[in-house]
Structures are given as structure tokens and as C-alpha cells.
T-cell receptor
Framework: NAGVMQNPRHLVRRRGQEARLRCSPM?????VYWYRQLPEEGLKFMVY????????ESGMPKERFSAEFPKEGPSILRIQQVVRGDSAAYFC???????????????FGEGSWLTVV | KNEVEQSPQNLTAQEGEFITINCSYS?????LHWLQQHPGGGIVSLFM???GKKKHGRLIATINIQEKHSSLHITASHPRDSAVYIC??????????????FGKGTHLIIQP
């Protein structure tokens, strides 16, 4: 049973380009979370998705960032017109189909390191 | 004030020492997680706790819900335990869901 798969592991983009980060949750998991870890800072929640639905995007920057989790395929975090401040590690996590707030075990991917030059 | 506070921020110890990392939180939670992150690496979930104590190998995690405090202990520490240890809480948000709220992490170095 493969874990949470993220790709690419490392991505370099020039300012103004687009970055797309992909996350395939563990088999049987339909809850996906994206977190960002800026250099020398802790992890911060960005967005929580279930299949075809954004449940909570309170941690997403208002502009340039979007996320989706289609019926088929991986979840995608998209950053348009990247700036140097977007350079960070982006982690995806998934959890099983269970009731919200029941304290689910959560599984993390290996992360995607974005560098904007 | 952060909702999740960890101490110490940095800890250097000798191989074999007993290690304690503390986490205090100020919000209602449904569970608390202890995570491990190696430099440039992914995040591994060590424990998920909602009460009491859990043990896995040389690692022990405890939580006191009334005091809103958790500790992670490492017995017979080894250089391979060197990593960042992160405390994260699953907030009880009354039907909403905003993932985890994280502490800033404790950088642990175990010297041979």
C-alpha cells in the first residue's frame, strides 16, 4: 500500500511562471490537506479538500493560489505567477473516510520543494 | 501567542541521554500528533494521542488534556534520532475542518 505520493520532489521556477504540485493520497483516503513550510518557519495549513470539493481554504493566499481534487487523479496545488516568497516546501497529507473531528491518523507525503529564481 | 508552543526550540544532547520535548496548546483539540522531520526530508507521524500515554520502541508520548500539555520522551537517545520534532493539534472546530495547527518544532541533535 503506497503512501502519500507527491511530485515533483523539487521544482525550480522563474518569477512569473506557474508551479503545479501533485499529490496522490493513500489508497482509500479521500481527505487531502496541503501545508506550506517556509524557510525557518513552522508548517502552516493551506487547504483541505475532499473529492471534487474544497472544504476549507482558509489558509490559502487570496491570489495566485488554487487547489483541486478531481474525481479522478491526484490533488493539484497550483501557484500562478510565482514570486520569490513562494519558495517553500509544500506538504500534502491524507486521512481516511471518517467523521470530521474524530482525531484521524494523518499521513504525510515527502514534500515538494519549490524554488523560485 | 501561538496556539501551539514547543520547548525547547533547540536541544543538543549526548548519545544515551533521556530526552524530553514539551508541547503546550491553548485551543480545544480532538487529538495531538507528534511528527518527525529529518533535514530536507518528509514528515513522519510518530504518535497520535487523545488521552493517556503511548509507547513505540524508545519513544514515549504522553498527554494531559486538563493541563493542555503533551511530552515526547526518547530513551537511550541515538544520533539517528537527530531531527526536528513537531507537535501538531487537530483542532475541535465544531464541525469545520482546518487540518492541523503546528508548533514551530524542536531541533534535536544527538552527539555520539
Amino acid at each position: 500500500n503506497a503512501g502519500v505520493m507527491q511530485n515533483p520532489r523539487h521544482l525550480v521556477r522563474r518569477r512569473g511562471q506557474e508551479a503545479r504540485l501533485r499529490c496522490s493520497p493513500m489508497k482509500g483516503h479521500s481527505h487531502v490537506y496541503w501545508y506550506r513550510q517556509l524557510p525557518e518557519e513552522g508548517l502552516k495549513f493551506m487547504v483541505y479538500l475532499q473529492k471534487e470539493n474544497i472544504i476549507d481554504e482558509s489558509g490559502m493566499p487570496k491570489e495566485r493560489f488554487s487547489a483541486e481534487f478531481p474525481k479522478e487523479g491526484p490533488s493539484i496545488l497550483r501557484i500562478q505567477q510565482v514570486v520569490r516568497g513562494d519558495s517553500a516546501a509544500y506538504f500534502c497529507a491524507s486521512s481516511p473516510n471518517v467523521v470530521v473531528n474524530s482525531g484521524n491518523t494523518i499521513y504525510f507525503g515527502e514534500g515538494s520543494w519549490l524554488t523560485v529564481v | 501567542k501561538n496556539e501551539v508552543e514547543q520547548s525547547p526550540q533547540n536541544l543538543t544532547a549526548q548519545e544515551g541521554e533521556f530526552i524530553t520535548i514539551n508541547c503546550s496548546y491553548s485551543v480545544g483539540i480532538s487529538a495531538l500528533h507528534w511528527l518527525q522531520q529529518h533535514p530536507g526530508g518528509g514528515i513522519v507521524s510518530l504518535f497520535m494521542l487523545s488521552s493517556g500515554k503511548k509507547k513505540h520502541g524508545r519513544l514515549i508520548a504522553t498527554i494531559n488534556i486538563q493541563e493542555k500539555h503533551s511530552s515526547l520522551h526518547i530513551t537511550a537517545s541515538h544520533p539517528r534520532d537527530s531531527a526536528v520534532y513537531i507537535c501538531a493539534v487537530d483542532r475541535y472546530s465544531g464541525g469545520g475542518a482546518d487540518g492541523l495547527t503546528f508548533g514551530k518544532g524542536t531541533h534535536l541533535i544527538i552527539q555520539p
